[in-house]
T-cell receptor, first 114, second 112 residues
């Protein structure tokens, strides 16, 4: 099992709809969770971080964390064509015997259609 | 404030040559990461520096790859005897311990 798993997509949603991006992780003691957006040819940029179970909202974005199910998701409301990008989930994976590090999933490509 | 910077932004080299890629992290950040991203692929972890701890080199693909971080700040990734499969974007990121990583613009490496 990969440490951080995402569906590669593409996930296609019409403009104005809600896009739901999902991520599962393997380490039960992970404490920090991040969503990054990466446009084609650009570097990843942070969208949201979440540390506690439940929902965290920031504008059109909502991150949802369920530690019991080892699941984190990102909802994008009122999707816009400018949201079309690859979304990377990152989780703080605790490595035994070494310092923990942030591990990335392979990303989900989102396409928002007109 | 200044973000993560990387140089060069683009590098074209011939197969068999050595290359050095540089990363200047955000001032005060304790951790520095190197990743590789091939066209259309996800981030491939290469190496991780955290303070004065021994680096996590578990992602380096071969002994042709090495990295150092001098004075807990600037890092250099060296690729010896480059191969065509080394062509990719090399991304550097820094963070305060294991918190949010901030990425540099990357170095696009093309090995002919």
């Amino acid at each position: 099992q990969k440490e951080v798993e995402q569906n590669s997509g593409p996930l296609s949603v019409p403009e104005g709809a809600i896009a739901s991006l999902n991520c599962t992780y393997s380490d039960r003691v992970s404490q920090s969770f991040f969503w990054y957006r990466q446009y084609s040819g650009k570097s990843p940029e942070l969208i949201m971080s979440i540390y506690s179970n439940g929902d965290k909202e920031d504008g059109r974005f909502t991150a949802q964390l369920n530690k019991a199910s080892q699941y984190v998701s990102l909802l994008i409301r009122d999707s816009q064509p400018s949201d079309s990008a690859t979304y990377l989930c990152a989780v703080n994976i605790i490595n035994t015997g070494t310092a923990s590090k942030l591990t990335f999933g392979t990303g989900t490509r989102l396409q928002v259609t007109l | 404030g200044a973000g993560v910077s990387q140089s060069p932004s683009n590098k074209v080299t011939e197969k068999g040559k050595d290359v050095e890629l540089r990363c200047d992290p955000i001032s005060g950040h304790t951790a520095l990461y190197w990743y590789r991203q091939s066209l259309g692929q996800g981030l491939e972890f290469l190496i991780y520096f955290q303070g004065n701890s021994a680096p996590d080199k578990s992602g380096l693909p071969s002994d042709r790859f090495s990295a150092e971080r001098t004075g807990g700040s600037v890092s250099t990734l060296t690729i010896q005897r480059t191969q065509q499969e080394d062509s990719a974007v090399y991304l550097c990121a820094s963070s305060w311990f294991t918190e949010t990583q901030y990425f540099g613009p990357g170095t696009r490496l093309l090995v002919l």
